[in-house]
């Protein structure tokens, strides 16, 4: 079992939906939580981090992490076309590797 | 500030051969962490190291060895290289704690 599982999609949705974006982890260390946007033929770009179980909100962008069931979501409100790229969710513990998902792909279609 | 840079962008080398990759992190940033990826495997971690000292590895064969400069500059050597060793290698950096990593564009080696 890989320590954090995410579904790798693809997600097709229409413009202005809102997306779910999911990961499981399952080592309970793990202390931080992080979402990246990967562009074809870019590296990962960090989008949002957090240390703690609850929400944390960024312009449109939503990441909800709880601890208890070891779960990890990003949401995406009012999606754009441009955000139409690989989710990468991670996690690890300080000063210890980050382990990354596989990724999910999303195309937002206008 | 400058972003990771990562040299050379695209790489095609033989098989057996060795490649060496380059990464400038972010100025100020004393981590250096290297990842492959594939689309079968997605990102996989190979090794960070902080103030010149490798501080994790991951679990990749011998062949795959890394470095750090006094100036943070690091560099990665594949040395006998597999055809299966063709992917897009990325280099991230950060300040101190691998938290908020911030990824370079990539190097893409091609094994023929």
């Known amino acids: 079992q890989k320590e954090v599982e995410q579904d790798p999609g693809p997600l097709s949705v229409p413009e202005g939906a809102i997306v779910s974006l999911n990961c499981t982890y399952s080592n309970s260390a793990f202390q931080y939580f992080m979402w990246y946007r990967q562009y074809s033929r870019k590296g990962p770009e960090l989008l949002m981090y957090t240390y703690s179980s609850g929400n944390k909100e960024d312009g449109r962008f939503t990441a909800q992490v709880d601890k208890s069931s070891k779960y990890i979501s990003l949401f995406i409100r009012d999606s754009q076309p441009s955000d139409s790229a690989t989710y990468l969710c991670a996690s690890g513990r300080t000063t210890d590797k980050l382990i990354f998902g596989t990724g999910t792909r999303l195309q937002v279609f206008p | ?112």
């Open chain 2, 1 to 112: 500030k400058a972003g990771v840079t990562q040299t050379p962008r695209y790489l095609i080398k033989t098989r057996g051969q060795q490649v060496t990759l380059s990464c400038s992190p972010i100025s100020g940033h004393r981590s250096v962490s290297w990842y492959q990826q594939t689309p079968g495997q997605g990102l996989q971690f190979l090794f960070e190291y902080f103030s010149e000292t490798q501080r994790n590895k991951g679990n990749f064969p011998g062949r795959f060895s890394g470095r750090q400069f006094s100036n943070s500059r690091s560099e990665m050597n594949v040395s006998t290289l597999e055809l299966g060793d063709s992917a897009l290698y990325l280099c991230a950096s950060s300040e101190g704690a691998i938290d908020t990593q911030y990824f370079g564009p990539g190097t893409r080696l091609t094994v023929l």
